[in-house]
């Protein structure tokens, strides 16, 4: 059974970073795209950085020029460098892989981590 599972969540002060990482386990494919998304309590799940196997990467608006997404395609893993972090930022951040199939896109989740942002 594939799984994925975040790490690096935690509290942090306005203006401070985090890196968060996400481990796939039982998978004997590659990801055609991993990525981050968060979800705002009563909103939808959003967006954050997607990165292909390619390297063509896809941010937010809100979150360019503060975040970077960096991946090792041949262990399925994913990262998430986040600096100048705004109290905004705080939320669960959730792990993406999305494998391709010829029956269309199959995604699998992560289980979230808690990022907080305040002083």
């Known amino acids: 059974q594939v799984q994925l599972v975040e790490s690096g969540g935690g509290l942090v002060q306005p203006g401070g970073a985090l890196r968060l990482s996400c481990v796939t386990s039982?998978?004997?494919?590659?990801?055609?795209?991993m990525g981050w998304y968060r979800q705002p309590p009563g909103n939808r799940r959003e967006l954050v950085a997607t990165?292909?196997?390619?390297?063509?990467?896809n941010y937010a608006d809100s979150v360019k020029g503060r975040f970077t997404i960096s991946r090792d395609n041949a262990k399925n893993t994913v990262y998430l460098q986040m600096n100048n972090l705004k109290p905004e930022d705080t939320d669960v951040y959730y792990c993406?892989?999305?494998?391709?199939?010829?029956?269309?896109?199959?995604?699998?989740w992560g289980q979230g981590t808690q990022v907080t942002v305040s002083s």
């Open positions: 039982g998978s004997d494919f590659t990801f055609a795209t």
């Open positions: 990165m292909h196997t390619s390297g063509n990467t």
């Open positions: 993406n892989g999305r494998r391709m199939e010829w029956s269309g896109p199959v995604d699998y």
